[in-house]
């Protein structure tokens, strides 16, 4: 509007100066050449401004003259330039399509027209990897490395080549170049990071953690973890031969991360060696309420050196409380009483695991409580069949690899915090190993082969050493166990010749899972009559033993000892 306005007003002005002009009398008399030439000053003005007009034209065409190779070779390359990146962007759409021969015919295009352009050493680097000439991406990769501005991006495709082709020192050396070049490199920086986990240089990699920290790279939180888990490191490393420097790093570790398992673990055992009792309850209890573990649970039973089974059942117990009803405390009260031998309260904490879902651990705990209750080795065997069938407990899982013990990175790919306490199985996605798959790998071609029986669970008492023959024995007045029924098939009994796998004996079970039955392996019956004496197995590991066939004329055929171990 305001440019209307002063174009109206310049409109004006000259109007009313043209009308002045024309109103004022007046004649120019010029003098050239011998000739005078007199005219009005209005017409001596237009033709002063048509030749000034001409005169500028003139200047303007003289000069177009003299700039026309320059603009000529201007207009040139901006042809080029354009078709240049027309290639680079057809290159780029090649080589997202995978269309490798257009990528590289786009490639050499734009090389062609453009060779010096970021886009164009990509395109030529891209198309290479497409094409599996290795050599020939490095090359383009390398040739960035001359231009500021594509510097970081060459380092990171040299750090790709090295690590497809397994160099750790070349990759470890581009990314620490990188890192200087830019400090907020994400990819640079964590992959001196993980480069350093996985050589174990903690040290290194607590001022990698500094660094990227400065760069904002990673934020407050993030960089507190870190630090938390390479102070662990270090503790670990040093609990066995400086244990102060071991403490106080793990202190440390603890007071950026109390929910630090491994850290908390390190902190009670430390300081509950130093006397100082309360405060490493205080850790494993700050620890246990977030993540229980049975590693915390350990370490809070043996806080207090010297005390007896039972006050270490009693401390598990007062663990136990903070989470009550969760399977970590109900497994760490039902070992700790185990220990303590209070049978009774070990099943208070075990039975209700065991009768909803038991895990492998609650297995082998059961058969283990089984044995040294009662001496009951056909319910611990029962207990171990069932552990082969059991989910899985929770471990320490990174990356696919499940480990007994907490490691700070991942072996797989140095990654910092990457194992998680969680159960494997929902990782790797693998299938469960059952009984049958066991046993069924397991062959002694060169023993004959037991012929095939069929177990039938019967209600009995087992027989003790005094009694006379099993026929005779009493039923029993309390709790009634499962003996084993032997009932050889006279048409399988036949065929003993060739191996056969071992059946696995089902029997009746009162738990709500299926189990196994016990089985309990008489020895040959002597030929003075007196009765056979049950094998026991062992207290905590029993083996699985196939029971001895009479066979259809009365003679024992040799005993075949069975073991999920193999052999």
Avoid at 150 to 163: C, F, I, S
Avoid at 256 to 266: E, R
Avoid at 348 to 368: I, K, N, V
Wanted: hydrophobic letters at 45%; aromatic letters at 4%; charged letters at 25%.
């Amino acid at each position: 509007m305001i440019g209307v306005i002063l174009f109206l007003l310049l409109l004006a002005v000259l109007a009313t100066g043209g009308a002045w002009i024309a109103d004022q009398p007046g004649t120019v008399t010029v003098v050239w050449l011998g000739r005078q030439i007199e005219f009005e000053v209005l017409t001596g003005l237009i033709a002063v401004l048509v030749a000034a007009a001409a005169a500028m034209a003139l200047i303007a065409l003289v000069k177009w003259l003299i700039a026309s190779p320059r603009i000529a070779a201007r207009v040139m390359h901006r042809r080029k330039l354009d078709k240049g990146h027309e290639a680079i962007a057809r290159g780029i759409v090649a080589i997202g399509a995978g269309d490798r021969r257009a990528a590289e015919k786009h490639a050499y295009d734009a090389d062609r027209l453009v060779p010096d352009a970021p886009l164009t050493l990509l395109l030529k680097a891209q198309a290479a990897q497409l094409a599996g000439d290795r050599p020939g991406a490095e090359k383009a990769f390398r040739a960035m490395l001359d231009q500021p501005g594509t510097k970081v991006l060459g380092l990171r495709g040299l750090y790709v080549e090295a690590q497809r082709r397994s160099d750790v020192v070349a990759a470890r050396a581009i990314a620490e170049e990188a890192v200087k070049a830019s400090p907020s490199a994400t990819w640079a920086a964590q992959a001196v990071l993980e480069q350093q986990g996985s050589a174990g240089d903690w040290d290194g990699a607590l001022t990698s953690i500094e660094r990227q920290y400065a760069a904002r790279v990673i934020d407050k939180d993030s960089a507190r973890r870190q630090r938390a888990v390479l102070l662990t490191a270090k503790a670990a490393a040093l609990e066995e031969r400086d244990p102060a420097a071991a403490k106080a790093l793990a202190v440390e570790a603890v007071g950026l991360a109390p929910d630090l398992v491994p850290a908390a673990a390190i902190v009670g055992r430390l300081a509950a060696a130093d006397g100082d009792i309360k405060k490493a309850s205080r850790v494993i209890e700050a620890a246990w309420k977030t993540t229980p573990h049975p590693d915390l649970a350990d370490a809070y039973a043996h806080a207090r050196p010297g005390d007896s089974r039972g006050d270490q059942l009693r401390r598990v117990e007062t663990l136990a409380r903070l989470t009550p009803s969760h399977p970590e405390a109900l497994l760490a009260l039902g070992r700790a009483a185990i220990d303590a031998s209070d049978f009774a309260a070990a099943h208070r904490a075990l039975d209700e695991l065991a009768a909803s879902a038991p895990t492998q651990r609650l297995c082998l705990l059961m058969a283990e409580l089984s044995a040294k209750e009662s001496n009951d080795q056909g319910r611990a065997r029962e207990w171990m069949a069932r552990a082969l069938r059991a989910p899985r407990d929770p471990a320490w899982t990174a990356d696919g690899q499940a480990s007994d013990v907490w490691l700070p990175a991942s072996p797989v790919t140095g990654r910092l915090d990457a194992f998680q306490w969680k159960v494997p199985v929902a990782e790797l996605g693998g299938p469960m190993l059952h009984v049958d798959d066991v046993l069924a790998d397991i062959s002694e071609p060169e023993v004959p082969a037991a012929p095939i029986v069929e177990i039938v669970a019967v209600e009995a008492k087992p027989l003790p050493e005094p009694e006379p023959a099993l026929e005779t024995s009493p039923e029993p007045a309390g709790k009634p166990e499962l003996k084993p029924e032997l009932k050889p098939e006279p048409k399988l009994a036949q065929e003993a010749e060739a191996p056969r796998p071992i059946a696995l004996p089902v029997a009746a079970d009162t738990t709500p899972t299926p189990a196994p039955a016990p089985l309990v392996t008489p020895e040959p019956a002597p030929e003075n009559g007196t009765k056979p004496r049950a094998v026991r197995g062992e207290t905590v590991f029993p083996i699985a033993r196939a029971p001895d066939d009479p066979g259809p004329d009365g003679k024992a055929e040799p005993k075949r000892r069975m073991s999920f171990f193999g052999g």
